[in-house]
Structures are given as C-alpha cells and as structure tokens.
C-alpha cells in the first residue's frame, strides 16, 4: 500500500521568511497530492492540492511542487506570518473515492 | 470550499455509555465518507470507510462492534462509540470527498470518565 514520508517534523523561521515541507511517497498509481493545515483542537483545512498531470501550483504566498519521477511534492509558503503556525499535513491518494494516506505532520512555527 | 459539518464538538460522557457522533457534507452529495482519530501530536490514523447504503469498511485492528458507522444517508454519517471507556478518549475527525478533494469536519473532543 501507499506509504508518505514527511519531513521535517519541526519547522521553526522567522516571520517573512520562507518555509519548505518536503513529503515523498511510495505508490507510483497516487495521482492526488493535498496539503492541509491544522490548527490546535480542529480538523484539517485543505489548502491546496496537486494533481499528477501538473509540476506546480501557486495559491498566493503557498505553492506546492511535484516530481513524479522522484515521487516527491514539496509545499513552499514565502512572506510566512504569525498566523501561519499550525501543523501541515501531506497526503497522497487515487483520485476519486479512495483514501488519503497521510504524513506525519509538520509543526510550523513562525516567530515575529 | 465545501462544508463538512461535525457535531458535537465537544462531549464529556461516563464510562459504559455509549456516544453518537455526525458528519454531515453541508452542500455536497458524499457516497463515502471517512473516520479518522488523531491522537495528541500524531497524524490522522484511518479508522473505516462509511459507505452510503452498505456496510463500512473498517481498517485493521479497528473494532467495527464498538465502533458502529452508519451512512444512511448521501449527507450524513454517523460514528457511535459503544460501551465507551477512558482508552476510547481522543480527537475523531469525519472527512467527505467531493471528486478529489477531502474536505474535513471540525473534529469531535471525545473525553469517557
């Protein structure tokens, strides 16, 4: 089955500066890449997602990056506010129906 | 985005009771919807697959006689935790699947005492 490897665990920066989540995953069928931020006490919020057939996506100061090749996507978010602390999760699945498979999670803190 | 509503948010009950959780897609029609518990700084751990009309699919290890899923219908399902014991306390999420996309209840603070 589908394995997601996240990293880092922990992610400290400065306010403004920029932050990276790097996931990889194991089933080369997974055509479907969400990433999703959680906030202390509630569910998961989608904040964008990939699909196989593109190599990146912009959403204002987040972007996620896929390599098919290697099976790795990366989230990327520029100018990180205060407001950005929450723990991000990555996930990979078969479009349509089929389950997530989740990483570990990232703790994101952002000092100002 | 689209609404997936989960209720209660917070519910405290006694040890051998039993504790009925809903997840509802608020403006989508969702023939699958998933259980999810999270425990204090661990990821989502799959509990079933609720399927609408038909029986759940419970993940290994996951028993599906405390753990009674109901889909009766295409916006609502339901998690019952039977017999509920202080082992069962933890965070459980519902999620719905529009297409591709997942889309995630509030969450559901269960505490057994």
């Known amino acids: 089955g589908e394995n997601v490897e996240q990293h880092p665990s922990t992610l400290s920066v400065q306010e403004g500066d920029s932050a990276v989540i790097k996931c990889t995953y194991s089933?080369?069928?997974?055509?479907?890449f969400p990433w999703y931020k959680q906030e202390l006490g509630k569910g998961p919020q989608l904040i964008i997602d990939?699909?196989?057939?593109?190599g990146e996506k912009k959403d204002q100061r987040i972007a996620v990056t896929l390599n098919k090749t290697a099976k790795h996507f990366s989230l990327h978010i520029t100018e990180t506010q205060p407001e950005d602390s929450a723990v991000y999760f990555c996930?990979?699945?078969?479009?349509?129906?089929?389950?997530?498979?989740f990483g570990a999670g990232t703790i994101l803190r952002v000092k100002s | 985005g689209a609404v997936v509503s989960q209720h209660p948010s917070r519910v405290i009950c006694k040890s051998g009771t039993s504790v009925k959780i809903e997840c509802r897609s608020l403006?989508?029609?969702?023939?699958?919807m998933f259980w999810y518990r999270q425990f204090p700084k661990q990821s989502l751990m799959l509990m079933a697959t609720?399927?609408?009309?038909?029986?759940?699919?419970?993940e290994q290890g996951v028993e599906k006689d405390k753990f009674l899923i109901n889909h009766a219908s295409l916006t609502l399902s339901t998690l019952t935790v039977t017999s509920a014991h202080p082992e069962d306390s933890s965070f459980y999420i519902c999620?719905?699947?529009?297409?591709?996309?997942?889309?995630f209840g509030q969450g559901t603070r269960l505490t057994v005492v």
């Open positions: 999620s719905a699947r529009r297409t591709a996309e997942a889309f």
């Open positions: 089933d080369s069928a997974s055509n479907y």
């Open positions: 990939i699909r196989s057939n593109v």
């Open positions: 996930a990979a699945s078969i479009s349509s129906g089929n389950k997530l498979v």
């Open positions: 403006d989508f029609q969702a023939t699958t």
């Open positions: 609720s399927n609408e009309g038909s029986k759940a699919t419970y």
